[in-house]
């Protein structure tokens, strides 16, 4: 069987805090304890930092290197275990650069407590080193099975702010090796940030007119691992937008997900290039354990309920997503009126779609009953159908800039990151920043790095191979609808 993945990912806030801690002005080692939420994806655990606990007086020695006692250990572990949460020892290694594998002593120290932490929080120990030299954190994960303690390296530590910064375990994601297909991209912005970004996994959501575009544009641009998760097939309809598809797809109802991964192998530069196919929906409990994979995400679908599956695991589970859509106004005579671009990245320390205005709960709750599959409910209510009016030249545009975006996340030209959410107007060409807050009352930013803790958006359904999760909604909508006729027919009774 293939042992699961584990990575660590924090926010920016919280990486700071830590890092004022463990890098001391004397240059001493030091080390505190912090807690962890899990994230349990289809194949990838995730701990979630969070709550750092720095110690009380007495709680550790600092003495060149740093030892902790079992006092300020059983102390986290009691508020952890109270949280649901698991316990984190950090240290630091001040004249350290890079991924630091773990000395005799330092795995000592945290073997020690790995069986207490087990037992009285039920989750296991994770240890984290950060290098003073060029702040490179890594990580590992220890497990206390019986009398045997072992513990089993992370792939990788993401930070995520306005930039998103991976410390990478060369060891087992090996820095990839620059093709002479990629000369031109990597002469843009160099080898270093090439192979950070090319090691990303990077998962695109809806294989439609923008997402179809935006899977070749990462295979082309040397992405090693590139994804695409979408359970529609293509049809006639869709031509006009889906520049892969052919007469034939749209004949034999090939799914987008064939035609992504087609088209993705082609353009390709990566030495060793590997595609995920996912015919899922995000709204059911297996797509979304399978988002929680990857690294970055591109949301590239219309529908409400998906839109909010997405919006929720950017804050619970640290991964940033590149939302964008366009909506296209028209007069009664049928003229174009405009066209508006809104692009934006969701994540901490950003409005999240619905603070930004690009989510109604209102719509999401109409999707999740179905009734968006309904013709007669579309025709009674007079609801705008979502994605109904798309351009394959205007979704171009959609495309460019959430590209863009990524770029800005992971490469951050002049280290400016990412610069917040973005309207372009078709009318009057004009490109403007979108001044957003998050309100007080948002819950998806009061759920970062809640992790597996989050409030249950997606429900449990067997995914369909083609389009049955439509079929799905259109059920649940038509039962509760009945329940709803039942409830008032008896109320009258």
């Known amino acids: 069987m293939t042992p699961r993945r584990f990575s660590v990912a924090m926010t920016k806030a919280f990486d700071e805090t830590l890092t004022r801690h463990l890098i001391r002005s004397d240059g001493q ?29 007495g709680e550790r020695k600092v003495h060149g290197n740093a030892s902790v006692t079992g006092r300020y250990v059983l102390r986290v572990a009691r508020q952890a275990r109270n949280l649901g949460l698991g316990v984190v020892i950090l240290h630091s290694h001040p004249g350290g650069r890079g991924w630091q594998e773990l000395s005799d002593l330092d795995a000592d120290a945290e073997a020690s407590y790995a069986q207490l932490v087990e037992q009285v929080t039920g989750q296991p120990l994770v ?11 890594s990580a590992r994960r220890w497990s206390a099975a019986g009398s045997a303690v072992d513990h089993v390296d992370a792939e990788s530590v993401r930070v995520l702010g306005a930039r998103l910064e991976v410390s990478w375990n060369d060891r087992l994601v090996p820095v990839p090796a620059p093709m002479p297909s ?38 082309a641009t040397g992405i090693e691992k590139v994804a695409v998760i979408d359970f529609d097939v293509v049809k006639e309809v869709n031509r006009d937008r889906l520049v ?72 619970t589970d640290l991964i940033p997503v590149i939302d964008g859509g366009i909506g296209i106004d028209t007069f009664e005579t049928g003229q174009m009126r405009n066209a508006t671009v809104r692009t934006h990245i969701v994540r901490p320390g950003r409005p999240c779609l619905q603070c930004n205005g690009q989510l109604d709960p209102a719509q999401v709750a109409r999707d999740r009953l179905g009734l968006f599959d309904d013709p007669t409910y579309i025709e009674r209510s007079g609801q705008p159908v979502p994605g109904k009016q798309n351009v394959a030249m205007l979704s171009a545009s959609v495309m460019a800039s959430q590209l863009a975006l990524f770029v800005s996340l992971v490469v951050a030209p002049s280290k400016f990151g ?32 809640h992790g597996d803790q989050r409030i249950p958006l997606a429900q449990t359904v067997a995914d369909a191979p083609t389009n049955g999760s439509i079929a799905v909604r259109a059920v649940v909508g038509l039962v509760a609808r009945y329940v709803v006729a039942l409830i008032r027919w008896t109320s009258r009774r």
């Open 182 to 219: 990629q000369l031109r991209t990597v002469s843009a912005w160099g080898e270093r940030p090439q192979a950070d970004m090319a090691r990303l996994r990077v998962l695109v959501v809806g294989a439609g007119s923008v997402g179809m575009d935006v899977a070749i544009r990462l295979a």
């Open 127 to 137: 240890g984290i080193t950060l290098a003073g030299k060029d702040h490179t954190w």
């Open 418 to 449: 990412e610069p917040g959410p973005l309207r372009f107007s078709l009318t009057t060409h004009r490109l403007e920043h979108v001044q957003t807050t998050t309100s007080p009352a948002c819950v998806y930013e009061k759920l970062v790095a």
């Open 29 to 57: 080692e030091d080390l505190c304890l912090a807690m962890y939420a899990p994230s349990t994806g289809a194949e990838r655990d995730t701990a979630l930092l969070r709550d750092a606990c720095l110690p009380l007086e």
């Open 244 to 315: 892969a598809a052919t007469r034939r797809d749209a004949r034999l109802r090939v799914p987008k997900a064939d035609v992504a991964e087609r088209a993705c192998r082609s353009a390709a530069t990566a030495a060793s290039f590997e595609f995920g196919r996912h015919q899922l929906d995000v709204t059911s409990t297996r797509g979304q354990s399978t988002v929680l994979d990857y690294d970055v995400i591109f949301s590239c679908v219309d529908r409400p309920w998906p839109r909010a599956v997405l919006n929720q695991i950017a804050y």
